[in-house]
Nanobody
Framework: VQLQAFGGGLVQAGGSLRLSCAAS????????MGWFRQAPGKEREFVAA???????NYADSVKGRFTISRDNAKNTMYLQMNSLKPEDTAVYYC??????????????????WGQGTQVTVSS
């Protein structure tokens, strides 16, 4: 399984970005997919996750601002990020969970990771 995240960049506070995660080499549609992020000097943290059927889970810090979605026909997952804040600055990673089931928040439950894409929000 290979995951490739892209779409990051530099944006001013209050702006928007859309991240994409393209999957190949495995079954995409059956598994939970998630977004995590890691800022310098901090641990990797959960952002959002989505089940095969579209059930979603969000970190409290992004609820109401970020929207996760997936297109199983295209083996692609998205993260629409609106009202961005400087504290959203981080490397964003997409991941596929080890097993089927619900969209959980623990990084250790995710087996496959993309290379990350940098999101920088200026104040």
């Amino acid at each position: 399984v290979q995951l490739q995240a892209f779409g990051g960049g530099l944006v001013q506070a209050g702006g928007s970005l859309r991240l994409s995660c393209a999957a190949s080499g495995g079954t995409f549609s059956s598994y939970v997919m998630g977004w995590f992020r890691q800022a310098p000097g901090k641990e990797r943290e959960f952002v959002a996750a989505i089940s095969w059927s579209g059930v979603t889970n969000y970190a409290d810090s992004v609820k109401g601002r970020f929207t996760i979605s997936r297109d199983n026909a295209k083996n692609t997952m998205y993260l629409q990020m609106n009202s961005l804040k400087p504290e959203d600055t981080a490397v964003y990673y997409c991941a596929r969970k080890r097993s089927l089931g619900v969209p959980t928040t623990t990084p250790q439950e995710y087996a496959y990771w993309g290379q990350g894409t940098q999101v920088t929000v200026s104040s």
